[in-house]
């Protein structure tokens, strides 16, 4: 089961993501929260597998509360998803920067929520390439909340990639998943999830969607190629 904690204060729209999710056979909503701190008593206490939280909330936001969540050792396995009103959210790139793992339109239909749920679940990050394309080439150059991983020394370690590796972290920033990665470089499925394996763990990331970060603010990958 994929273990689900809902962030928001608005009563109404948890409801409507429980009625969602709890419908799944595979997904269970362990708790809810109405504002930041409620939010990380309930990830300390169940231990989700899924966080999904509105960048807005109060006390404290979105943003800060995944910072903390991704920063505490206790919860290194908690993934988070954030949700917003809009879907270029100046907000969004720190998010990703602060350790989320994707994030969606509060208007979201429930299969792509339910989809969301699962492949965040799983390790990877949701990040569609049209959504990472626009985000990067508006917000890369801004300055933004310190990453929970130290990024200088993760932009140290792309020196230690192979050549290969180089290709399949340009190929995770474009958004690709494994199976395209795979179909783009002429390999198996299965050596193309080791490469982007190996890519993370050399580069000290949480998930894909620390790649796609480093791959920009390195200059690896620019807005726009």
Same mark, same amino acid.
């Given at each position: 089961? &994929?273990?689900? *904690?809902?962030?928001?204060?608005?009563? *109404?729209?948890?409801?409507?993501?429980?009625?969602? $999710?709890?419908?799944? =056979?595979?997904?269970?909503?362990?708790?809810?929260?109405?504002?930041? +701190?409620?939010?990380?008593?309930?990830?300390?206490?169940?231990?989700?597998?899924?966080?999904?939280?509105? &960048?807005?909330?109060?006390?404290?936001?979105?943003?800060?509360?995944?910072?903390?969540?991704?920063?505490?050792?206790?919860?290194?396995?908690?993934?988070?998803? &954030?949700?917003?009103?809009?879907?270029?959210?100046? #907000?969004? #790139? @720190?998010?990703?920067?602060?350790?989320?793992?994707?994030?969606?339109?509060?208007?979201? +239909? =429930?299969?792509?929520?339910?989809?969301?749920?699962?492949?965040?679940?799983?390790?990877?990050?949701?990040?569609?390439? %049209? /959504?990472?394309?626009?985000?990067?080439?508006?917000?890369?150059?801004? =300055?933004?909340?310190?990453?929970?991983?130290?990024?200088?020394?993760?932009?140290?370690?792309?020196?230690?990639?192979?050549?290969?590796?180089? +290709?399949? $972290?340009?190929?995770?920033?474009? @958004?690709?998943?494994?199976? +395209? &990665?795979?179909?783009? $470089? /002429?390999? %198996?499925?299965?050596?193309?999830?080791?490469?982007?394996?190996?890519?993370?763990?050399?580069?000290?990331?949480?998930?894909?969607?620390?790649?796609?970060?480093?791959? #920009?603010?390195? @200059?690896?990958?620019?807005? @726009?190629?």
């Amino acid at each position: 089961m &994929i273990r689900v *904690l809902l962030a928001d204060d608005q009563t *109404l729209v948890r409801a409507g993501f429980r009625a969602i $999710l709890d419908g799944e =056979p595979d997904i269970d909503v362990v708790a809810e929260a109405g504002d930041g +701190e409620q939010t990380l008593r309930a990830a300390a206490r169940h231990r989700p597998d899924v966080v999904l939280t509105d &960048i807005r909330m109060p006390d404290p936001d979105g943003v800060h509360t995944t910072a903390r969540i991704a920063g505490d050792p206790h919860l290194a396995a908690v993934r988070v998803i &954030i949700l917003t009103g809009f879907d270029l959210d100046e #907000y969004v #790139y @720190g998010a990703l920067r602060a350790g989320a793992s994707g994030f969606l339109v509060k208007d979201v +239909e =429930p299969a792509e929520l339910v989809h969301a749920v699962r492949v965040v679940a799983r390790g990877d990050a949701m990040l569609a390439p %049209s /959504v990472t394309a626009r985000l990067i080439a508006r917000f890369a150059r801004r =300055p933004l909340l310190p990453a929970r991983l130290s990024h200088r020394a993760r932009l140290r370690a792309l020196r230690t990639l192979t050549a290969r590796e180089r +290709e399949v $972290l340009e190929l995770v920033a474009t @958004g690709l998943s494994n199976d +395209e &990665i795979a179909a783009e $470089l /002429v390999l %198996s499925p299965a050596t193309a999830k080791t490469h982007v394996s190996h890519v993370m763990t050399k580069l000290d990331a949480r998930d894909r969607a620390q790649l796609v970060i480093t791959a #920009y603010e390195s @200059g690896l990958v620019t807005p @726009g190629t």
